[in-house]
């Protein structure tokens, strides 16, 4: 598995992933949000959620943990296209090609891991599918929620369309407290002067 | 319901804080620590592969391992000569977890326990995983100009224990770090 070329193919697959860190989520520019988060930054949080929601769900959670970890990963080569874009360029089959040339890169074991995860969290069908989906979306919404209360008032319209697509019922629950909540989680916290 | 969605929103703070990239390499707008986070984890998850370690632990510890630092901050190589963060984490990590289900404190707690012990494989697996997405980070870096970053290459790969990730970095210092996407384009 590890021979000196498989080194090397690794190594540039680490390189790869960097753009990640470099490449902004493309949606929260046409609500108007300058600065945006970018893709490492949303799929960090995005694995936590799963590693909750699949664990409140009772389905296989490292299988959820990598779905998110993985799904975004395409995006290195296509970008991410918007759901404007999307409407334009067939995003999904673009992301399917992308990692099957990635997964060269890969040992094998690891590579087909990865191909097969992706087609499997986009097909939506299997229970850890779509409890991964529900968290990638949590994931935006909980980052819209943010925005809304920094004064991003357009994130709202965005809240109220992931509201209509979560499928299980404590993904539903988690959103009904986010939309709650003014997102202040240290209020209390802090040392008395 | 209430304390996880509370949760969500502190672990969201990782978006905003900057790594000690400004202070060490006067880098302008230093990536977060979720972004370092979020790689870590990929490279943790190849890592334990790579060394026959349970994979779905290792994970665990790269994702979670930074967390505390939402409530002290990302508290770097310099500052650490001042401030004594060792034992301060998990207390904080205590605290984080405290209302949650505890099935989940429970599980994230005792991978914690283990990564800071620094003895079971899976800890210097995930430990070898932080360190080389910080040397991958580097790398890239001293690639678009920042030169005093090859300081920090050298001081923080002395750290590496395992075979793979210290072949990995040998690797990662021959590699320019831009050079994957040469030869993919579509130039019709």
């Known amino acids: 598995m590890n021979s000196m070329s498989d080194i090397a193919d690794i190594t540039k697959f680490f390189f790869e992933l960097g753009t990640l860190k470099r490449t902004e989520r ?21 694995v936590v959620i799963g590693y909750m929601l699949a664990e409140l769900e009772k389905c296989d959670k490292n299988k959820v943990m990598r ?19 999307a409407s334009y360029l067939n995003s999904e089959e673009g992301e ?7 997964s060269k890169l890969l040992p094998s074991s690891v590579g087909n891991e990865y191909v097969e995860l992706i087609k499997e969290f986009n097909a939506k069908k299997t229970k850890e599918a779509i409890v991964a989906k529900d968290a990638d979306y949590l994931e935006a919404a909980v980052t819209a929620k943010e925005y809304l209360v920094n004064g991003y008032k357009h994130s709202e319209e965005f809240l109220e369309r992931i509201r209509k697509v979560m499928v299980t019922q404590s993904a539903k629950k988690l959103l009904a407290e986010i939309e709650k909540s003014d997102g202040f989680w240290w209020k209390g916290l802090k040392k008395n002067v | 319901m209430k304390d996880i969605a509370k949760f969500i929103f502190e672990v969201g703070t990782l978006k905003r804080i900057k790594r000690g990239w400004l ?14 986070t ?13 060394e026959n370690a349970d994979v779905g632990k290792v994970v665990k510890m790269c994702l979670f391992h930074d967390i505390p630092e939402v409530r002290i901050g990302d508290i770097d190589k ?27 404190s429970s599980e994230i707690l005792s991978v914690m ?20 997405e910080l040397l991958f980070q580097a790398k890239e870096y001293a690639d678009v100009g920042y030169t005093g970053t090859e300081y920090w290459l050298q001081q923080n790969s002395k750290l590496l224990t395992t075979e793979s990730a210290k072949r990995l970095f040998e690797e990662l210092m021959k590699q320019n770090a831009f050079n994957w996407s040469k030869g993919l384009e579509n130039l019709k």
Do not use: C
């Open chain 1, 26 to 46: 493309a949606g929260w520019s046409v609500t108007g949000i300058s600065k945006p988060e970018v893709i490492a930054a949303h799929a960090y949080r995005a």
């Open chain 1, 67 to 85: 779905m998110l970890m993985f799904h975004d990963i395409p995006e290195t080569r296509i970008g991410d296209l918007h759901k404007v874009a």
């Open chain 1, 96 to 102: 399917a090609k992308a990692a099957a040339d990635q």
């Open chain 2, 23 to 36: 202070k060490s390499e006067g880098v302008g707008n230093p990536e977060s620590v979720a972004e370092h």
């Open chain 2, 38 to 50: 979020y790689r870590n984890v990929i490279v943790g998850y190849i890592l334990a592969k790579m």
């Open chain 2, 78 to 104: 310099v500052a650490q000569r001042y401030v004594d963060k060792s034992e301060t984490e998990i207390k904080v990590l205590e605290d984080q977890l405290m209302n949650l289900p505890e099935s989940i």
């Open chain 2, 113 to 132: 326990f283990e990564f800071f012990e620094k003895k079971s494989k899976e800890a210097l697996v995930a430990r070898d995983a932080d360190i080389l």
